[in-house]
């Protein structure tokens, strides 16, 4: 007896860093996941109980209201007059497809769930929000009975305000009946101003809070984060593991570019606003710090069904970030390219191409940005300085007009040092300021210019390059980016404008493109290139993956 717990306790001794090893590797990960599971689905369960009776009250308001809109429009139709802004919605995309189901068929339209929409910055009236608005019109029409939320921190702006701004802004009806705001309070936690320090990681911590505060409003159907909150999506999937969801990601929050261009020793080691700063110790920190939340930030957006991105550049940077963890989960639908509406039709429509219209056209190169460093217009402007100074017969009499919009007292010093740098380059004369343009004055410059410049490393799309070539512009643009791989590209194996990198180049691509001899052939090109950034397109591309997330909620039910 004694020898046989001798021989236990000895095998037992032996046995336990072995044991311990195992459950090390596999048991509390098991164990940590099941908790973690656990505490989510409750905490989901307790959310979906507090929302429901705001969820009844947006489901029986959307239903009074829509009556009351029909009610509307029948008595203004009977009186012989009609309702405009009805007959629009009507109208609006005659020519879209609605979508199809899987079969090819055509797809129900009775759908009548809540989509939530994750915009907390709604009203800003940036190319983002276009395709936010765009979405939820494309929504409205394909599933007339749905309701479309957005999460929002506008709360100094009613939905009446917010909807006539989208019309006058973007030229885009949203059906008011069917769509709901609600309203956030802790939108400060994802400001830079909140995070001096380790701004990315605050930022994203902080949208754990936004995400939470969302929930706590109403628990959807289908949630679609539009701004980039991989966290929240994260979140979103702890909390409600059925829920299907949806990213549009108009750039990575973290990139392998990002991290590469720390190193000074690397390709693009000198690109970008954190150029070659991963060096010394506090380099080395920066560096580690980055490839910790890069690695954070790819399991929380791995977890996402439906995921859409602006750009092949956006597209490739995504995949590599999540793709691997997206496979090890199952998640196999196909990361999309659906590329950001823009104003292909109006400018279509204002700007004509043809001779008549080369004949008004000006020795005048256009860069149209917001004055923020990543920009790069001190790039521009010494690209310009070098194109002057070459005296060739291109360079004479040209101009270099610089459009964007100076948002603080940060944007408003950053022009003051480069009207400076304008002076001592000795280009004065040849450079106009324009600030704060309005849309009318930014579709003037269009149809007089002869150039489009963009001087972004890795600009993520480029919808203002979209805009040069729908304007007839022949574009000089940085070699990277969308602005490269999906924008300024050859139609029928002859090219659209050029590319280049350093100052050097833009100032060759300037003569380049002011010297061609048929320059209106590159301007009809160029026009045929910018048709698939049309609304038409995005709405298309946008409904197809819409359709997968009903489906999967339909599945899920």
Known sequence: MASSMLVFTALAVVSTPFVALVFWNYGLPLLFRIISQTVGITLGWYLRRKTDGRRALILRITEDNEKIFQEKNSSQHSGGSSNNSLRDWETIEGGVSVGTAQNGEK????????????????????????????????????????????YTGDHEVTKEKMLSRVENTFSIHIHPPTITFLYLSTRHWVLP???????????????LILGWDAFSLLVPDIFIDTMGYAFVLGLSKMLFPDMPTGAY?????????????????????????????????????????????????????????????????????IKKLWGPRREARKKDHP?????????????????????????????????????????NHTLILNAFAEFVASGGEASKDAKLVLVGSVRDDADSKRVYQLRLLVNELHIKDQVIFQLNASWPD?????????????????????????????????????????????????VDGEPTGFHATTSTEFAEGFEKALSLPDP???????????TRFTEEEFARKWLAQMEYLVALKKSNS
């Open 335 to 375: 990361i999309a390219v659906v590329y950001p509406p823009c104003a292909v039709r109006e400018l279509e429509a204002q700007i004509p191409v043809d001779e008549a219209n080369e004949e008004r056209r000006e020795k005048v190169l256009v860069y149209i940005a917001q004055f923020r460093p990543e920009k």
């Open 193 to 207: 101003s909140t995070w001096p320090h380790v701004t990315l990681l605050g930022q994203s911590l902080g949208s």
């Open 107 to 150: 797809g129900e339209q009775d759908w009548d769930g809540i989509v939530a929409f994750f915009h907390p910055f709604c009203n800003a009236g940036g190319g983002g929000e276009r395709v936010l608005w765009a979405a939820i019109r494309a929504t409205q029409k394909r599933w007339p009975k749905a309701r479309c939320v957005v």
């Open 249 to 317: 990601v108009h750039y990575p929050t973290i990139s392998t570019d990002m991290l590469d261009s720390l190193d000074p020793s690397t390709s693009v080691g000198g690109q970008g606003v954190n150029a070659g700063k991963g060096v010394g110790a506090k380099g080395m920190a920066k560096r580690n710090y980055w490839k910790a939340f890069a690695a954070i930030y790819s399991w929380m957006g791995a977890s996402v069904d439906a995921v859409m991105t602006n750009s092949t550049w956006t597209q490739g940077h």
């Open 442 to 490: 930014i579709l003037q410059w269009l149809s007089k210019a002869y150039v489009g410049v963009n001087g972004m490393w890795n600009e993520h799309f480029g919808i203002g390059v979209v805009e040069y070539q729908a304007a007839g512009l022949i574009c000089v643009v940085h070699d990277s980016g969308g602005p490269k791989i999906d924008i300024v590209t050859e």
């Open 520 to 530: 209106l052939s590159v301007r009809r090109r160029a026009r045929i290139s910018a």
